[in-house]
């Protein structure tokens, strides 16, 4: 039941201001019982050769809803123009095509696999938080909150339960209940990365529930310069707040806890998605602590779908020549804790599922 677009919040846009485009829907993994309806290293091992995003930055560009700050284009010519160049540019690198409805009939298409898409590219991201500061400067809106302020919240209250739980020394207990009792001066130990952090709010979440050494990064100029602009507006003038692509980070320091709401949902819609996320659990694995937790939030993917990706991860990280006894016995970079229970779910084509999926998993 996975790839469904769930559509972030919007703040009020001053009147005739266009709509920002959104994702049109894409199946992916229907076969899942239950889960979401949702988007440092090299890829040497990964086996994919990845083209570069130069060729494809105008599609972006050509996407981009400017309103009074610029293009007259309309949304149609938009969708027109930006498939046209990602058909291009995934047909000289041998990459599955994206039509200009994201969707194929290809009999080999592999179902678990999300569509292509300017969500993909970081000149989309660019353009959009671009627009954002620019809205923001002007009339104060802080931008689009990525799967809306309730799961936000949630995110921020249920990573501080697990956090407890391994503070504690036990183990999850598959409670969604957030009322725990701890000496939030714990926390001051848990330094927190949030990759991907857009304008910065789930940092401020976060640091309502008591966590204090907080990171935010994204690849996107605008983005940091607007989650900084909130920050100092909002009160939470210590969160740190850096340019760098988790893709090639040049960050030099571990962190307890990671958070991810929809970076890794954006990379997998870039038509190299699938050898990005390759690289992306790389990176991940790399900057979390032994014992810490990186907590996944998905609109693209199900719960079941993040944890085969982090176990082929494993696989393909430890090589063949640890699985001569079968794949049981591969060892594990990441573990599985638990998972958000509290999303509310809906029926489609007779399968119960939540429309996103909260993942935590602690590094071996």
Known sequence: ???????????????????????????????????????????????????????????????????EYGSTLDDDQRYADAAEVLSAAATATNFPS???????????QDPGE?????????????????????????????????FGTNVMDTVAAWTK???????????????????????????????VLDVGTGN?????????????DLTGTDYSEGAIELSKNLAERDGFTSINFLVDDILETKLDRKFKIITDKGTLDAIGLHPDGRAKRV?????????????????????????????????????????????????CNVPQIFRYIDHVRTYPTIMFGGV???????????RV
């Open 114 to 146: 999300v569509e292509g898409s300017m969500l993909g590219l970081q000149s989309y991201w660019d353009t959009s938080y671009s627009e954002d500061l620019a809205n923001f400067q002007e009339h104060g809106h802080a931008g689009e909150i990525w």
């Open 200 to 212: 910065g709010l789930l940092l401020q979440a976060l640091a309502k529930q008591g966590f204090s």
């Open 98 to 108: 994206t039509a200009s409805d994201y969707c194929s009939d290809k009999d080999d």
């Open 352 to 362: 119960e599922g939540s429309q996103v999926c909260t993942v935590a998993f602690q």
């Open 279 to 327: 690289v992306y659990w790389e990176s991940v694995s790399n900057l979390v602590e032994p014992g810490g937790i990186a907590v996944i939030t998905s609109c693209n993917h199900t719960k079941d779908e993040l944890l085969q990706e982090v176990e082929d991860f494993s696989k393909r990280k430890i090589g063949k020549e640890h699985m001569d006894e079968g794949a």
């Open 1 to 67: 039941m996975a790839g469904i677009r769930l559509t972030p919040e919007e703040p009020e846009l001053p009147q005739g201001t266009p709509p920002r485009p959104q994702l049109p829907p894409a199946f992916a993994g229907a076969g899942a019982t239950t889960g979401a309806l949702a988007g440092s290293g090299s890829g040497g091992g990964s086996g994919f050769e990845m083209a570069s995003d130069d060729e494809r930055s105008v599609a972006a560009d050509s996407w981009s809803v400017r309103s």
């Open 161 to 191: 339960k697990i956090c407890t739980d391994i503070i504690q020394g036990g183990t999850p207990s598959g409670n969604d209940s957030v009322d725990c009792e701890v000496d939030e001066k714990q926390f001051s130990n848990c330094p």
